[in-house]
């Protein structure tokens, strides 16, 4: 029903920034709210943004706060994450998500359709 694919994922100095787009085709992306995960070897996948239907109310890790920003562009049915003041501890894959139930959520399990994934790794 509906295709997610990340893009812009790649090598970055710590400090730096990246800004990563996930395109969705199929239904429309504005039916559902969008969240960014990622998953770092040896670790499980862990929430990082959402964001809901409309572009509102944006919440985000703690871990994150204050350096990400999620966002949306319904008429281009594409999903940001502009990412500053990149840390080592960043380095995953970052995955994006949409939900097709009404509500938000925080977990893997909320979520009902994934992209591929995008690697993100920042040097020290």
């Known amino acids: 029903q509906v295709q997610l694919v990340e893009s812009g994922g790649g090598l970055v100095q710590a400090g730096g920034s990246l800004r990563l787009s996930c395109a969705a085709s199929?239904?429309?992306?504005?039916?559902?709210?969008m969240g960014w995960f990622r998953q770092a070897p040896g670790k499980e996948r862990e929430f990082v943004a959402r964001?809901?239907?409309?572009?509102?109310?944006?919440y985000y890790a703690d871990s994150v706060k204050g350096r990400f920003t999620i966002s949306r562009d319904n008429a281009k049915n594409t999903v940001y994450l502009q990412m500053n003041s990149l840390k080592p501890e960043d380095t995953a894959v970052y995955y994006c998500a949409a939900r097709s139930e009404l509500g938000v959520s925080t977990v893997p399990s909320g979520y009902d359709y994934w992209g591929q994934g995008t690697q993100v790794t920042v040097s020290s």
């Open positions: 199929g239904r429309a992306e504005s039916s559902y709210a």
């Open positions: 964001i809901s239907r409309n572009g509102g109310w944006p």
